[in-house]
């Protein structure tokens, strides 16, 4: 992760303001900054979102592609993750650089993914054993400001709210094989089930409290991250311990907790703006605003 | 708490406000504004000046995205947004990055990292005498990688690097506080860039546009010793609310000086800390300082 340095007065400071509940920028330890989307940035995709948390700014699009299924899941579709830090986000992330980070992210969206409990492929599906959807998932990170993992999350979801994929008949041809007819009307379009899909909320420990959404001055104070994935009905996906600190099991369940209830209002916060930027979905101002 | 999560479109950004503010203060002169390669003259009268570069062909070509300014037969072009071009006397805050023999490199905003010699800064005990070889071997515990420093411009050479000094007591190493960084541009020169507030802030305004701020006990302390105490709360809030306040100022395109950060200062108690970070209220809040400072002014 491209790391910035801060003095360890700097430290003291940010470190004694989350004790005092009043961090740097003036919030308290569970408040959000503002998140600003919308749905249908880059009009090519079949789906595609832009998510900006103060300076943490990415760019997501979903493009779907017909083919043959995995052998383990013959009736289900596919969802691929791949993670693009741009080298305008941090320098150090020109040629490769950003490579090992993205995997990383990558890595746990599709840990997150994977139930079908929060998303269900299988309608996906086009022929079983033969042709299923495939989603590659896009994702450009444009700007770094801090939680990097929940905004990537939400630009996903947004994305994949966004996503439209063209309507399918199958029908049994004379040879007997199945035939994949593509509906005349473009606009008949199938969306996804994405009602249970989760986000990532970062917990993030500054001194003995628990912080969300840090910004990249506070990621440098925390021990330890705590990375949960968290779908609507409250429900944890999956967690992830960054850094290098650890956790006594008594504040680890404190904080799957409060993940979880942080997540749930999130996703309620999300879903309302989901909806209207659906109305406005291609209308874009542009993603260099 | 957690329970109101702020989403929002980017639709909802209102963007022609901040444009209508911005064209009011940009004079009635029309200005033309550039971007690199765009031929700005063909006559071979003219004089090329910073932000530009002659070609045989095409004549006087700009090298920066920026508005050109004539002086009789000078052609400028100035950038729109530029890195720190830095002066002999400038007040300067920085990040030190890197610990070198016989000096520290510090990152300033600039083209080049600066240059802080070990022979111009002030040692702490603060005796005046040559620096030896320990003096450089315990250069690490006097300032690390991360450490702030506020410093003064020295010399700058031909080829662009600068040496920085902080051979005065108000120089030096920075402890407990919040840095802002801005566009240099935005920064105002004046007499003085050491400001106390009526607020217990102690400012100190660099004209790289890294602004620095901390509350006044901090600033009369030594600059050697580490102070770890805690703020109070009262201080950090104003210490708090002064950095949102400036961040407000700068996305708006309003001078920074200490006169400008007062008034917004005041004009910012109507909302809390963190409402400051809500780009209406900030637009609200920087709409307010320029009516205030037409007025006054």
Excluded at chain 1, 223 to 231: G, K, L, S, Y
Excluded at chain 1, 239 to 262: F, N, Y
Excluded at chain 2, 157 to 164: F, T
């Amino acid at each position: 992760m491209a790391n910035l340095a801060v003095s360890d007065s700097e430290k003291t400071f940010i470190i004694h303001g989350v004790e005092d509940n009043l961090r740097c920028d003036g919030r308290g330890c569970l408040d959000y900054r503002h998140i600003e989307l919308e749905l249908g940035a880059a009009p090519n995709c079949s789906g595609s979102s832009h998510v900006r948390i103060a300076n943490t700014d990415v760019l997501v699009g979903i493009k779907a592609e017909i083919a043959a299924p995995d052998h383990a899941a013959p009736d289900r579709g596919r969802i691929e993750f791949f993670v693009d830090l741009t080298a305008n986000a941090d320098p150090e992330f020109e040629g490769t650089g950003g490579d090992e980070l993205g995997q990383q992210i990558a890595g746990a969206l599709a840990e997150a993914y994977v139930s079908k409990r929060f998303l269900d492929l299988s309608s996906l599906c086009i022929v079983k054993n033969q042709q299923v959807w495939v989603l590659f998932v896009d994702i450009l990170i444009l700007e770094l400001g801090g939680s990097l993992y929940d905004a990537v999350s939400i630009a996903v979801k947004a994305a994949l709210y966004d996503l439209r994929i063209p309507k399918l008949t199958v029908s049994i041809g004379e040879d007997g094989k199945p035939e994949i007819e593509v509906s005349d009307d473009p606009h008949t379009q199938e969306p996804l089930a994405i009602a249970n899909v989760p986000c990532f909320v970062t917990l993030s420990k500054i001194g003995s409290q628990f912080v969300v959404d840090v910004s990249q001055e506070e990621a440098e104070c925390s021990t330890v991250n705590m990375c949960c994935a968290i779908a609507p009905n409250g429900r944890m996906a999956t967690t992830m311990k960054t850094g290098v600190g650890s956790l006594h099991p008594d504040s680890l369940i404190e904080a799957l907790q409060l993940a979880q209830e942080i997540g749930v209002a999130l996703h309620k916060a999300l879903h309302k703006q989901f909806v209207k930027a659906q109305e406005l979905s291609g209308r874009t101002n542009g993603f260099l605003l | 708490m957690s329970a109101d999560i702020d989403v929002r479109l980017f639709s909802s950004r209102s963007r022609s406000k901040s444009l209508a503010d911005e064209s009011e203060f940009m004079g009635t002169r029309a200005k033309i504004v550039v971007s690199p390669g765009t031929t700005i003259t063909t006559d071979g009268g003219f004089m090329r000046g910073h932000g530009t570069y002659l070609e045989d062909e095409n004549g006087l070509l700009s090298a920066v995205a920026g508005v050109v300014e004539k002086v009789n037969k000078l052609i400028t072009v100035r950038p729109l947004k530029t890195r720190y071009n830095p002066e002999v006397g400038d007040v300067v805050v920085g990040r030190i990055v890197q610990v070198c023999q016989k000096l520290w490199k510090v990152d300033v905003g600039g083209r080049l990292y600066a240059a802080l010699h070990l022979h111009s800064v002030n040692l702490p005990g603060g005796e005046l005498r040559r620096k030896s070889i320990e003096d450089e071997l315990l250069m690490s515990q006097y300032l690390i990688d991360g450490d702030l420093v506020s410093a003064e411009v020295q010399n700058v050479g031909v080829d662009g690097a600068v040496s920085l000094h902080t051979r005065n007591l108000k120089y030096g190493k920075l402890g407990q506080g919040s840095l802002v960084q801005v566009s240099p541009s935005l920064v105002k020169r004046c007499k003085t860039h050491f400001h106390n507030l009526p607020n217990g802030v102690h400012l100190v305004i660099g004209l790289n546009g890294f602004l620095w701020i901390t509350h006044e006990g901090e600033a009369e302390s030594s600059h050697f010793a580490q102070n770890l105490e805690r703020v109070d709360y009262h201080t950090r809030e104003s210490i708090c609310r002064t950095r949102n306040v400036i961040i407000s100022l700068s996305r708006y395109n309003i001078m920074l000086y200490d006169t400008t950060i007062l008034y917004a200062y005041e004009i910012s108690t109507d909302y809390s800390i963190a409402q400051l970070l809500k780009p209406e209220i900030q637009m609200e809040v920087a709409h307010l300082t320029r009516q205030k400072l037409q007025l006054e002014g």
